[in-house]
């Protein structure tokens, strides 16, 4: 029988011991790791490599969905949570199944079963298209970025965000003292940051409102924190829409 | 009846049928006035003196306008004219009576729709506070914490079932005490305590040795009374920023103090990171509706402080002993 690892990621340790305890049923799953938050998921991930995830949405400091940003190819997840609001989300996130706190012994083997066919096939996974897109429409705005700086993941404020560029297949963060990448597209920030608080000015980048310190139209926007940013005709127009002028 | 009345007198039965059109109409009209007045001004029943007055002036116009009118059709004719002389009083009489029966019939009438109005608006607030409350009731019912305590019970009761029995118990009772319906409703301090630690209990099977709790409360303070299920919503909300704003252990402090037995003081501390707190959003759905409520029940804005200095956030309330 094909062997399969896993890492289990729950601030709940009760919680934990549930998927554990499941789990002995299959013999074939190796738990590599118990962790109680997201930043030792990253680590966990990185060190096994698992085949798959068991996830909680709710952890300290940061949630389930920003730990999976992080995590340059991730695993097959699971999510296990008491929320059902987030289903939509999980979907978007590619998540294999979704299991809703209480569940049961046949409903986590369902969820293994569906998991275990997946990885044993080389096909893709099912396409979530439909699902993603309704997520993407009804999804929140962001309230803070969480990024990778070397091993450490760090939690940004929206508020110190100075500008954001676009560079390849990643975002660049500039804040004060440091540049963050992210992969993400300018299309996700311009959709999930609050259009009067951050403008896009040009293809490739969006600025804060709160960081303009003066226009030189038509082709430049001088931040506060003196740098340059080029501006588009179209961005222009929306910076004048949204300062009114 | 008026003319034959008048016929009996030995009226000609045309002035008669006259004399009583020209009454008649005369008090339809003052019929409609009536109506029209009290539909736009309904006095309310302090005022129903004015009514008496007003009415009493009616019968008064009315009984002058219909006798000069008569008096003036039928100039020539004495012996009508005497009869007239005589009647007014009656006529009077006769006008004051039907002037005030139109106007109490309209003015209980009017007041009647306005009860039921009065009633309807009554109904409609009591159920804005019915479902104010039933608000309440799902926001302290945090679904949130419901499952993953079901989650952590299913676990237990694989494990070690003895405890998973204990937590149920511990979850029902709690949950007993937060469907109790009365908001006013106080109780010792004692009480609310007891079931505080039954919910601290809960939290604490939940996450393990990550939750401490400190409980100081002054001897003297146990039976001071506070509102139902105040202390919980602040606890929870403690809960949840200090366990998901930081990493490692979290300890919650509550303290209880009495100051001179007027003031029932309580304080909840956790510790949070200011640097990622702003982006929570200040202060949490859950102080905002204990302070709503201690407004509704102590007419005070002032009863909830807030406190932020190191890396502790802190809470304090104040109950007014009445």
Redesign the interface.
């Known amino acids: 029988m094909k062997k399969y690892t896993c890492v289990i990621i729950d ?5 934990r ?2 998927v554990i ?1 499941y789990l002995q049923a299959f013999s074939n799953i190796e738990v590599m790791q118990e962790c ?2 997201g ?1 030792e998921g990253v680590k966990a991930i990185a060190q096994h490599n698992p085949d798959m995830i068991f996830l909680d949405v ?4 940061i949630n389930g969905f920003e730990m999976l940003e992080l995590i340059e190819n991730p695993p097959a997840v699971i999510f296990t949570t ?2 059902d609001v987030y289903a939509m989300k999980a979907f978007e996130a590619n998540a294999l199944d979704y299991l ?4 049961s012994k046949e409903r986590f083997h369902k969820a293994i079963e569906k998991m275990m066919n997946q990885l044993g096939s080389s096909q893709d996974r099912p396409a979530y298209d439909a699902l993603v897109e309704a997520a993407n429409e009804q999804e929140e705005l962001l ?2 970025l969480v990024v990778k700086h070397h091993q450490a993941v760090v ?1 940004l ?3 110190d965000i100075q500008y954001l560029e676009a560079y390849g297949d990643y975002i660049k963060i500039h804040t004060a003292n440091q540049v963050y990448l992210k992969k993400k597209t300018m299309n996700y920030f311009e959709q999930h940051l609050n259009a009067k608080d951050f403008i896009r000015v040009h293809r490739s980048y969006i600025i804060p409102a709160k960081e303009i310190q003066k226009i030189d139209p038509p082709d430049f926007v001088i931040l506060r924190s003196g740098i340059k940013v080029p501006i588009s005709k179209t961005g222009y127009g929306k910076l004048k829409g949204v300062l009114g002028i | 009846m008026h003319i034959y009345l008048l016929v009996d007198f030995g009226i000609d039965p045309k002035i008669a049928v006259v004399d009583s059109f020209i009454t008649h109409f005369i008090f339809a009209l003052t019929s409609f006035i009536i109506y029209i007045t009290l539909k736009y001004y309904q006095p309310s029943k302090e005022n129903f003196f004015y009514i008496r007055i007003w009415a009493l002036l009616l019968a008064i116009g009315n009984t002058f306008v219909i006798v000069n009118a008569l008096q003036y059709i039928y100039v020539s004719d004495a012996s009508y004219q005497s009869l007239l002389d005589k009647s007014i009083p009656l006529r009077f009489c006769y006008q004051i009576l039907m002037v005030a029966t139109i106007t109490l019939i309209q003015w209980l009438g009017n007041y009647m729709l306005e009860q039921q109005g009065d009633g309807d608006r009554k109904q409609q607030s009591e159920s804005f506070t019915k479902e104010a409350e039933l608000y309440n009731l799902r926001q302290q019912l945090q679904p949130h914490f419901l499952f993953n305590s079901l989650n952590s019970i299913s676990s237990l009761a694989g494990s070690r079932p003895e405890e998973a029995r204990k937590m149920i118990q511990q979850l029902s009772e709690f949950l007993r005490h937060t469907l109790r319906k009365d908001e006013k409703q106080l109780i010792t301090l004692q009480d609310e305590l007891y079931q505080l630690n039954l919910y601290l209990e809960i939290e604490k099977v939940r996450f393990g040795n990550r939750l401490k709790s400190v409980v100081l409360v002054d001897e003297n303070c146990s039976q001071l009374l506070l509102p139902v299920l105040i202390l919980q919503p602040l606890v929870e909300n403690a809960i949840k920023f200090g366990l998901y704003d930081t990493l490692g252990e979290v300890e919650i402090v509550i303290q209880g103090k009495c100051m001179d037995r007027k003031w029932l003081q309580i304080s909840i501390s956790n510790p949070f990171d200011p640097s990622t707190h702003a982006q929570n959003s200040g202060t949490g759905f859950g102080i905002d509706s204990i302070k709503r409520r201690l407004y509704l029940l102590y007419a005070n804005n002032d009863l909830v402080q807030i406190e932020m200095k190191d890396n502790l956030f802190l809470v304090r309330i104040n109950i007014p002993q009445l």
């Open positions: 601030d709940e340790p009760l919680a011991s549930l305890e109680s938050d930043f709710q952890m300290p400091k008491a929320f809703l706190k209480p569940f309230t803070r939690v404020p929206l508020m």
